[in-house]
């Protein structure tokens, strides 16, 4: 345990800002990039929304008890609109529920998934998840799934054949 705050200790001053003054926090960055690899290979624009949120971050005070933590949600202000992306700390303790519980944030925000797609169906964007381990075998399918099943995706494929017209 100790060793685990002394980690979360020295991670906190390695959080880094950017240009734009959006906190993104150095342990989410790589997942992030790796995310935002992917809306460039569907096309979906996220300069703009990148820049509205005041900070992407791991956090320690979210509810984590053993009957059920939460581990990352976006925040909003008082309007109603979204100002961070956290991520519970606890969902470090394993690699692959951190890269499950970032994408399916980042999914919430910025492929504009407003509810999920189901209960509990081993999707990343499934209210809740038994088994992360199912998904992160399954990594390249699922990304597919969370991609073109996205409303920000099928938005753009409407746009798309609207202009065609
Ligand atoms: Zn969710």
Redesign the pocket.
């Known amino acids: 345990m100790k060793k685990i705050i002394l980690i979360s200790i020295l991670c906190l001053f390695a959080s880094i800002g950017n240009a734009q003054n959006t906190s993104i926090d150095g342990r989410l960055k790589p997942l992030l990039e790796d995310f935002f690899k992917q809306c460039d290979n569907y096309g979906i624009a996220y300069h703009e929304k990148l820049f509205k949120l005041k900070k992407i971050a791991v956090v320690e005070d979210l509810k984590t008890s053993p009957n059920g933590s939460i581990l990352g949600m976006l925040q909003r202000d008082k309007d109603g609109v979204v100002e961070n992306i956290v991520v519970n700390w606890v969902a470090m303790l394993d690699t692959e529920i951190l890269k499950v519980v970032a994408f399916?944030?980042f999914g919430?925000y910025f492929l504009e998934y407003s509810e999920?797609t189901c209960n509990d169906c081993g999707t990343i964007?499934a209210?809740v998840n038994s088994s992360y381990f199912i998904i992160a075998n399954d990594w390249d399918n699922q990304l597919k799934i969370l991609f073109k099943q996205s409303p920000a995706y099928k938005n753009k494929l409407n746009t798309v054949v609207s202009t065609a017209y």
């Open positions: 399916h944030e919430h999920h964007m209210r």
